[in-house]
């Protein structure tokens, strides 16, 4: 069964920066549209970024300028970097296929954004 392992997260100060990866396992996703999301407690999971098999990267208009995901492919990697991080965006982020794949979903990595 194909499933995504996220790491990356942690705790950091406001202003600061994470480089969160992403691989697959059991599958190759360099054909696959794919997708960074996050939830937060109460909250449910929303799209940050995406990016298309021929590297079109969008994110969404609250992470715009500050969060950009990128993709290796040669690496089966997927890439999320975030700069200038806030409190509200601690949560936990997770990978998948773009649109998302409910048997796809991962345990995410956690990032907290505090003093």
């Known amino acids: 069964q194909v499933q995504f392992v996220e790491s990356g997260g942690g705790l950091v100060q406001p202003g600061g920066s994470l480089r969160l990866s992403c691989v697959p396992s059991?599958?190759?996703?360099?054909?696959?549209?794919m997708g960074w999301y996050r939830r937060t407690p109460g909250k449910e999971r929303r799209l940050v970024a995406r990016?298309?098999?021929?590297?079109?990267?969008i994110s969404v208009d609250s992470v715009k300028g500050r969060f950009t995901i990128s993709r290796d492919d040669a690496k089966n990697t997927l890439y999320l970097d975030m700069n200038s991080l806030k409190p509200e965006d601690t949560a936990v982020y997770y990978c998948n296929r773009y649109p998302a794949d409910r048997n796809y979903w991962g345990q995410g990595t956690q990032v907290t954004v505090s003093s």
């Open positions: 990016i298309g098999n021929n590297n079109n990267p």
């Open positions: 059991g599958t190759i996703f360099g054909l696959y549209a």
